[in-house]
């Protein structure tokens, strides 16, 4: 009277609450396995699946934080976001290639990006890190990060020194939490 065995899956998909990548991941796991698939979902806040994982990022001599999408028996896998497209090409069995890595470490962010002798040192270290990482497909030009960290700063000081600044600084505050715990 026993029923034919299903082969047990080999697909696993480790998240971690709190991870916000793994909020984007869930939901395409979610789907795959309503369209057929057998993905294992694995909280790694749990002691025998974080242990599970460690074992399998040591089999396949890699290590990653979450989200971790992997084939157990080939070593196939996804570490961190890399979009719905390749995670449903992970699923099928497609062989899944490592993002490019960076030639050397990318220059230090700035504390003071209105400081004009050290913006200009660090646009002269991120354009030569940028040449010999072309590699990389989508990287920022170094006028496109100045802008933005120049902006945020600049918002910073106004927000600091006015009352209304204060409370627009906690509104954000609180709607980061409300989103990272999944309140709408």
């Not at 909280?43 to 040591?58: A, R």
């Not at 120049?150 to 939490?177: A, P, V, Y």
Request: hydrophobic share 25%; glycine share 8%.
């Amino acid at each position: 009277m026993s029923k034919k065995s299903k082969k047990e899956s080999t697909l696993y998909y480790f998240y971690s609450i709190g991870c916000a990548f793994c909020k984007k991941v869930e939901p395409i796991v979610d789907e795959l396995n309503s369209n057929g698939h057998d993905i294992i979902k694995l909280d790694i806040s749990e002691g025998t699946n974080k242990l599970f994982k460690e074992e399998i990022e040591q089999k396949f001599k890699l290590r990653c934080g979450t989200p971790l999408l992997i084939d157990s028996e080939t070593g196939n896998s996804i570490c961190g976001w890399r979009g719905e497209d390749t995670i449903k090409k992970w699923a099928d069995g497609e062989k899944i290639p490592e993002p490019p890595k960076p030639k050397g470490k990318a220059p230090s962010l700035l504390k003071d990006w209105n400081n004009e002798k050290d913006v200009k040192k660090f646009k002269k270290d991120y354009e030569k890190w940028k040449k010999k990482n072309k590699h990389i497909p989508g990287l920022q030009t170094s006028d496109e990060i100045i802008g933005k960290f120049r902006t945020s700063q600049n918002q910073r000081e106004k927000q600091k020194n006015s009352m209304e600044g204060r409370l627009q600084t906690l509104e954000i505050k609180l709607d980061k939490l409300m989103n990272h715990l999944g309140v709408k």
